[in-house]
């Protein structure tokens, strides 16, 4: 029964290097295995921190970004709303313009058709009425000069006529 107590015996010396062996053990892992691991997570998450803020910084200006290409393209449209509104207007009153000097133009042209027809009309009733005097005028010297008899009278008369007539067909 010795042997069997001397396996399953506790002695303090053995539990005490134990101890020691296992603290040992702690301070080397944790001196070439731990540290270099905790190291390599430190400056990955020190990595990870400063992609995360540069991500936020880019972020916020490409927010930056788009809503300053966002205000000019409204500046822009709102410009093109102005220049097609300003172009309109100057279209209607180029427009309005042409227009009012046509019709002042046209009404020129009737003034003028209206006092040239008037004068032609005027030209044509003297010449009418001078070609007419000189036809009585002949007429009358004709008769005048003969004082034969009322055949010669009616023939002259008739030629008058003929020639009045003939006057008047033009």
Do not use: C, H
Request: hydrophobic residues 40%; neutral net charge.
């Amino acid at each position: 029964m010795t042997l069997t107590s001397d396996i399953i015996s506790v002695a303090p010396g053995s539990i005490i290097i134990t101890i020691i062996n296992i603290l040992v053990l702690f301070f080397i892992v944790k001196k070439f295995l731990f540290k270099p691991i905790n190291d390599v997570i430190d400056k990955r998450n020190e990595l990870l921190q400063r992609e995360k803020k540069k991500a936020a910084d880019e972020r916020n200006e490409a927010a930056a970004l788009k809503q300053d290409y966002e205000d000019k393209l409204s500046l822009i449209e709102s410009i093109k709303k102005d220049a097609v509104l300003e172009s309109q207007r100057r279209g209607n009153e180029e427009y309005n313009k042409i227009i009012s000097d046509a019709k002042d133009k046209a009404s020129e042209i009737l003034g003028d058709a209206n006092k040239k027809a008037v004068q032609l009309e005027l030209n044509k009733k003297a010449e009418t009425e001078k070609e007419l005097s000189e036809l009585i005028a002949n007429a009358a010297a004709k008769v005048s000069a003969s004082n034969k008899s009322p055949e010669i009278d009616k023939s002259l008369y008739d030629a008058f006529l003929k020639k009045a007539a003939l006057g008047d067909g033009r």
